[in-house]
């Protein structure tokens, strides 16, 4: 990866210059059966039409506050890169109250009520589907962002040292966030073509940095598993051997 990378947009504009096609996200929900894999490239797109979105539609402006109220789930990492790419600041599981905007699954959709700002949900259905009808007060993500741009560029160039995420009572800037990423990924034993398998969640810094900004960091990929407890030792064997895991935490 390149060493001059100092937010996580510039991460994953490295990745999308070194390798393109080459996995980074690797999503499994066990309670559903879903699988779905997103090469550099498509996670980029999404990212790109997300930020769009963010700037563009919710009129969203650097420092704003965007209170995620999402599980670890692959749509989750595309927002948190697509608040980097504007210089909104991510708060993981965040006060909706406090928030400017909000961005909500399906069982959060109460609680991010109280956020007076904008509010979007996400279904969070296999393939990115939609709500059969969109719940009152909010956009359904998976309506608004297909027609988005499939290249971002910001209004203004997103600080290194501004605000970017809150997550279990830690804040961090863009640099830092780069920083802790690269040691946590080197102390981790990760490097380009690691395969990093994680059942964590993303409401804590280890649960985000294992499942996406370290292998992002290090030039790995990851393999995002939510209910990952429904699965069982053998079934979580064969998919470690048939995802060539390098590492589970």
């Not at 993981?92 to 699954?105: I, T």
């Not at 802790?180 to 380009?192: H, I, K, N, Y």
Request: proline share 6%; charged share 20%; with cysteine.
């Amino acid at each position: 990866m390149n060493a001059s990378d100092r937010t996580p947009a510039d991460l994953l504009r490295s990745a999308l210059a070194a390798d393109p096609a080459r996995p980074l996200v690797t999503f499994y929900d066990d309670a559903t059966g879903e699988r779905v894999e997103l090469s550099v490239a498509t996670f980029a797109n999404w990212v790109a039409k997300t930020a769009n979105l963010l700037q563009g539609d919710l009129a969203a402006e650097p420092g704003d506050r965007l209170a995620l109220l999402l599980p670890a789930h692959w749509q989750s990492a595309v927002w948190l890169l697509a608040c980097a790419s504007v210089g909104v600041v991510a708060e993981v599981q965040g006060d909706p109250a406090g928030a400017d905007l909000v961005v909500s699954g399906p069982d959060t959709l109460d609680a991010a009520r109280a956020c007076r700002g904008e509010r979007i949900a996400l279904a969070l259905r296999p393939l990115g589907g939609r709500f059969p009808q969109a719940p009152e007060g909010f956009a359904d993500y998976a309506v608004e962002v297909p027609g988005q741009g499939d290249r971002f560029a910001p209004f203004a160039p997103v600080d290194p040292d501004g605000p970017a995420l809150m997550v279990g009572g830690a804040a961090f800037t863009a640099a830092e966030l780069v920083a802790r990423a690269r040691e946590d990924g080197a102390a981790l034993g990760l490097g380009a073509g690691s395969r990093l398998l994680s059942g964590r969640s993303y409401d804590t810094w280890d649960g985000l940095v294992a499942g996406l900004y370290a292998p992002l960091a290090t030039g790995g990929s990851v393999v995002l598993c939510r209910h990952l407890d429904r699965l069982g030792a053998d079934a979580l064997a064969q998919r470690v051997e048939s995802e060539r895991v390098t590492l589970t935490v």
